[in-house]
């Protein structure tokens, strides 16, 4: 039941000679006002082909149109065909399959079960868990959702930033001004002191970055120290990061990182050389890609490999594991370069599914309009974000809802999904201003207010005593029927979210259903007509379902109370 779908076979019917039914589906929009039709088709583009004005072929195509039932009336209007749905019969098949669907209502089958691998979060071991990192995350785990959605087998990948010669850097300093205990206390607090401190005072001592290079070649020659205190570093990190992850409700399939590839280089740079792709460069080994991009740098002058050859190999490594369809990397726009010749590299391999590579870029989060950084002690500490993202919201809570029972889930669940919301609402192009504040107001654009709507409609069924009924709906009124049409598109949006790797159209499409519901709880009361209680109920059931459905597919919780 796809009414776009439709009215394209039917406009198709009448164009079949200058354009296919998916260009005329996409061509066909909403209109700006609900009072000119439901759905409509511009004839701007056709005038050209026709030599005919917009609207003499819209009146023309109206004419001819062999409608069904689901459509009510046909109007041209200033070079539009504009359908108008018959409100009983949409509405009874919209409320019907979302009842019989329920949380599977916007399933679509496009993936057959075949394996997308996503890339995200990938964080750096020692590091801090950074505001990139963050929206790699939730940008990474919501478009896993929506492939699976989909019909994808997805493979969740933590790809963690684990190997390279930060880490020689790292142990030296450790070696010269670390305790283990402070790092035991504070793990990433301390490396990161450490980290900063090696810079500072390289800058005067040239011997200190000599002593790096030493160490890294030494772990990479699996010296028994220098791997000791790597694998306690990891450890470490990886506990706190998981602490976030697990704020977070998010679960990887694979946390295999940058140095799990370290035994599979020698391939890539064995493949390398049989296709003739690698040569020398003052001592060092590349790949010349093309005149537009400068070369990728397999193995540097000490023989030591980069990051580029471990994402070589780790590329190889999860077609054959996965066999991938398709494989995303949900990675800030810094590194798109770094992704173009990673890609073209394994094109140059001769590798038929580079076709299926993907980056999903992402843009900055800005603080007063400043990029946050993790550098020299200006960090911004995720896992304090997020705690205090749950204080505020418990507090909020207390306030407005003092009897509450599990509080402290509900605070968790409304704090993470309002810095969740705060990201995906943006394109994921899009800088974003930072703000504790902004995030977790009940009012306007955020998590909690969907939240708060979802909440809200779950209270009215547990009062009015919601029925389960497949016959009960035929609501056609003004008010419903707006929310009739937001039900209606959800599958289409998830489809869209899923084709753009663009999370915020559902994030907007959740706004846009909770300002009608709201404004239909506003003017209709729902639970005063004895007449039309179920039926009222019924759609508000509907509501609850597909904000609850979507709400998840973000990666966001939906408290009944709140
Ligand atoms: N650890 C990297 C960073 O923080 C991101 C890794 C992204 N994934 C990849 N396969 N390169 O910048």
Known sequence: MNYKHEFAEVLFGQLHEVADRSKLESMIEKPKFDKLGD????????????????????????????????????????????????????????????????????????????????????????????????????????LALISEKCGYEVVRINHLGDWGTQFGKLIVAYKLWGTKEKVQDNPIKELLKLYVQFHDEAEQNEELNDQ???????????????????????????????????????????????????????????????????????????????????????????????????????????????????????????????????????????????????????????????KMSTRKGKVVLLEEVLTEAINLAKENIEEKNPTLDAKEDVARQVGTGAVIFHDLKNHRLNDIEFSLEDMLRFEGETGPYVQYTHARASSILRKGGYEENLDAVTLTDGEAWSIITKLMVFPDVIKRAFEQYDPSQIAKFLLDLSKAFNKYYGTVRILDDLKQKQARLTLVYCVQVVLNEGLRLLGIHAPEEM
């Not at 039932?69 to 409320?95: C, D, M, P, W, Y």
């Open 39 to 142: 759905l409509s088709f511009p004839c701007f583009e056709l005038a050209k082909i026709y030599k005919k004005s917009p609207q003499q072929i819209a009146v023309d195509l109206a004419q001819n149109l062999q409608l069904s039932n689901t459509f009510q009336h046909v109007e041209a209007i200033s070079g539009f065909v504009n359908v108008f749905l018959n409100k009983r019969v949409v509405s009874t098949n919209v409320i019907k399959e979302v009842l019989t669907k329920k949380e599977h209502y916007g399933e679509i089958t496009i993936g057959n079960k075949k394996v997308i691998t996503i890339d995200f979060s990938s964080p750096n071991i020692a590091k801090p868990f950074s505001m990139g990192h963050l929206r790699s995350t939730v940008i990474g785990n919501a």
């Open 212 to 370: 790096a290079r030493h160490w890294f070649k030494n772990l990479e020659n699996g010296n028994e120290e220098a791997l000791k205190l790597w694998n306690w570093f990891r450890e470490e990190s990886l506990k706190e990061f998981n602490k976030i992850y697990q704020l977070l409700g998010i679960k990887f399939d694979s946390t295999n990182g940058e140095a799990f590839y370290n035994d599979k280089m020698n391939k890539v740079v064995q493949l390398l050389k049989e296709k003739n792709l690698l040569q020398e460069s003052e001592g060092a080994q590349i790949v010349e890609i093309g005149d537009d991009l400068p070369p990728c740098l397999i193995t540097k002058k000490d023989g030591t490999t980069l990051y580029a050859t471990r994402d070589l190999a780790a590329a190889l490594y999860r077609q054959e594991t996965y066999k991938f369809e398709k494989s995303f990397y949900v990675v800030g726009n810094e590194q798109s370069l770094h992704f173009k010749q990673l890609f073209t590299v394994l094109e140059k391999l001769g590798y038929e599914w580079h076709n299926g590579l993907k980056h999903v870029p992402f843009g900055m989060m800005l603080k007063d309009g400043k």
